[in-house]
Structures are given as C-alpha cells and as structure tokens.
C-alpha cells in the first residue's frame, strides 16, 4: 500500500508565502505619502483603465498591488462592506482601520485554508482632521500601521530606500508628487502618462478622494501630457 506524501504545515506555510511575494514583486511599485492637506498614491500603472488606486468611502481610500482580478475582489468587497455599516449605522462608523482589518481577516483565512493564497499586497488609508491613518495588509493577513510613506509592489526596497533619503513631513502635493516619481524612477524618468495618481484631501468637502488627470500630473511634473 502506497503511504500518502506528506509536507509539513511549516513547509506548506513557507511555500504559499514565496508565491504569493513572487508574485507581488512581478507587479510595478505603488508608493504613498503623507503631504500637507492629506494623502498621495502615487503607482507606475500605464494602463489607464486597470485602476490600482480607488476610492472605498468618503475619506478612505485603497491601493493594490499583485494580481489584478485578486485585488479587485477585495476591493468590491471593502466597498460593500463600509456601504453596509454606513448605511446601518453611521457614516462616522466607517473607518479605515476597522477595513484594514477585514482586508487582514479575509487574507488570513485564504492564506491557512485555501491551496492558493492571495498574490496582493494592500493599503488602506483614511484621512482625518489631524493627521492620516495608513494601513498596510500582506498576501497573509499580516497588518501594520505606517507613517509618513510606504511602498508596496516591484522593487519596493529600492524604492524605499530612494524615498527615505528625500522625505520630509509637510510636503505640497508637487513636492510628494515629484519626491514619488523620482523614486519610482530606477533608469530615468517615468511619463506623466505613465503614472496613476490619487489621494486623499481633507479639505475638500465630504468625499476626501480625489484623481488627477495626466494632464494635471504633467503640469505639476512640468513635463508635456
């Protein structure tokens, strides 16, 4: 009689987890950083239809990295999820750390039961009065709080290192603007036309997200749409 393989739990652990990074770091960089009014996201996306970047309520807003129809589910899903409890409840008792963790939840689970886990890597970000709140959830649920900036994707090492030697706290939006793209930049610069950009904005009214068009992005890079 055959005796059945057997891999250890720790083996199995290890083994999702490299192929859920392998597959996250094939994907381009998105960085995120705190500037004066709020917060930017900043993602290497050339594609003008496949969004990295999205609004999930009014001053909460979501960025992905990975395999694109992975991360889209999650973040249907977050909307659903601060749609309902809005709606049941208050507005004020939608918040981005309560979606962090449902995000952490949803990615734990798959990550133990499922043969396959999630290739994404998440932020989660929410705007406040007095400063912003960063979330960033891995392909295992894992979950941490980050300030000032944060790089998820592609070569995000690099690209952090890049970012810590030229951060500073109260950036305008074209100083966090430029300071992003020159870190995502590893062999010259990328086009305005390249570069999928949002954030979040505390003065604006009572939606906080907003999307500049490239040719926004271009004028405040001084580079030509």
Not at 200 to 212: P, S
């Given at each position: 009689?055959?005796?059945?393989?057997?891999i250890?739990?720790?083996?199995q652990?290890?083994?999702?987890?490299?192929?859920?990074?392998?597959?996250?770091?094939?994907?381009r960089?998105?960085?995120?950083?705190?500037?004066?009014?709020?917060?930017?996201?900043?993602?290497?996306n050339?594609?003008?239809?496949?969004?990295k970047?999205?609004?999930?309520?009014?001053?909460?807003?979501?960025?992905?990295?990975g395999?694109?129809s992975?991360?889209?589910?999650?973040?249907?899903?977050?909307?659903?999820?601060?749609?309902?409890?809005?709606?049941?409840?208050?507005?004020?008792?939608v918040?981005?750390?309560?979606?962090?963790?449902?995000?952490?939840?949803?990615?734990?689970?798959?990550f133990?039961?499922?043969?396959?886990p999630?290739?994404?890597?998440?932020?989660v970000?929410?705007v406040?009065?007095?400063?912003?709140?960063?979330?960033h959830?891995?392909?295992?649920?894992?979950?941490?709080d980050?300030?000032?900036?944060?790089?998820?994707?592609?070569?995000?090492?690099?690209?952090?290192?890049?970012?810590?030697?030229?951060?500073?706290?109260?950036?305008?939006?074209?100083?966090?603007?430029?300071?992003?793209?020159?870190?995502?930049?590893?062999?010259?610069?990328?086009?305005?036309?390249?570069?999928?950009?949002a954030?979040?904005?505390?003065?604006?009214?009572?939606?906080?997200?907003?999307?500049?068009?490239?040719?926004?992005?271009?004028?405040?890079?001084g580079?030509?749409?």
């Amino acid at each position: 009689m055959s005796m059945p393989f057997y891999i250890p739990a720790e083996q199995q652990a290890r083994d999702k987890a490299d192929f859920a990074r392998k597959g996250i770091a094939r994907g381009r960089s998105v960085v995120a950083v705190t500037y004066t009014d709020g917060l930017l996201f900043v993602a290497d996306n050339p594609s003008a239809t496949l969004n990295k970047l999205s609004e999930i309520y009014d001053r909460i807003a979501f960025a992905a990295v990975g395999k694109y129809s992975e991360f889209e589910q999650l973040r249907r899903y977050g909307i659903r999820n601060a749609e309902v409890t809005g709606y049941q409840y208050a507005r004020e008792d939608v918040t981005g750390r309560s979606l962090a963790n449902g995000y952490a939840n949803a990615l734990g689970q798959a990550f133990a039961d499922s043969p396959k886990p999630f290739e994404v890597e998440l932020l989660v970000a929410e705007v406040e009065a007095d400063g912003v709140e960063i979330y960033h959830v891995l392909y295992d649920g894992s979950i941490t709080d980050e300030q000032g900036f944060v790089v998820v994707g592609g070569s995000a090492e690099a690209v952090n290192t890049r970012l810590k030697d030229s951060y500073a706290p109260d950036l305008s939006l074209g100083e966090a603007l430029a300071m992003s793209q020159r870190a995502l930049s590893s062999d010259g610069d990328i086009a305005a036309a390249n570069l999928e950009v949002a954030g979040l904005d505390r003065t604006r009214g009572r939606r906080k997200f907003f999307r500049l068009p490239d040719e926004r992005v271009a004028e405040l890079l001084g580079q030509t749409a």
